[in-house]
């Protein structure tokens, strides 16, 4: 049966994360497509930022743009976006500079996008941990 979602149900958002960085961290691994690697990192942090801005009530605005969910994440929960400063700024231009020509790109640095993905499934836990509880 296929899975429904809900684009207001943080849950929903974190099942997708789940996926994403399932992948992500195997391939970070074997060190394959570091540019897709490196942009859907980009995406995955993302929709981790929605799913806490969700859970906290925010009405879901669609945008790429991580520097405008960091902003908007800081009077929600200043904390997470302390933590995800970083990875905000690392990230924000690679979901556009690594899918389009048109950009100079970086060489490849396994170990800090390898870092970065453990820093992002932190942060997704940290979300999870808020959510009620399922019931089954």
């Not at 942090?45 to 929605?50: A, D, G, P």
């Not at 743009?65 to 908007?72: A, C, R, V």
Request: aromatic share 8%; proline share 7%; glycine share 4%.
């Amino acid at each position: 049966m296929p899975r429904k979602t809900d684009s207001n149900n943080p849950a929903d958002w974190l099942y997708l994360v789940e996926c994403d960085l399932e992948a992500l961290l195997a391939m970070g691994d074997q060190e394959l497509g570091y540019s897709l690697c490196r942009g859907k990192a980009a995406e995955v942090l993302e929709k981790v930022i929605k799913a806490e801005l969700i859970r906290c009530g925010w009405p879901l605005e669609k945008t790429h743009d991580l520097g405008k969910l960091h902003e908007w994440l800081r009077p929600h929960n200043p904390v997470m976006a302390a933590a995800a400063q970083q990875l905000c700024d690392d990230l924000a231009e690679a979901y556009f500079t690594d899918r389009y020509p048109g950009f100079d790109l970086d060489d490849p640095d396994w170990p800090k996008l390898r870092q970065q993905l453990r820093e992002i499934e932190a942060l997704a836990a940290q979300v999870q941990q808020r959510l009620p509880a399922k019931t089954t």
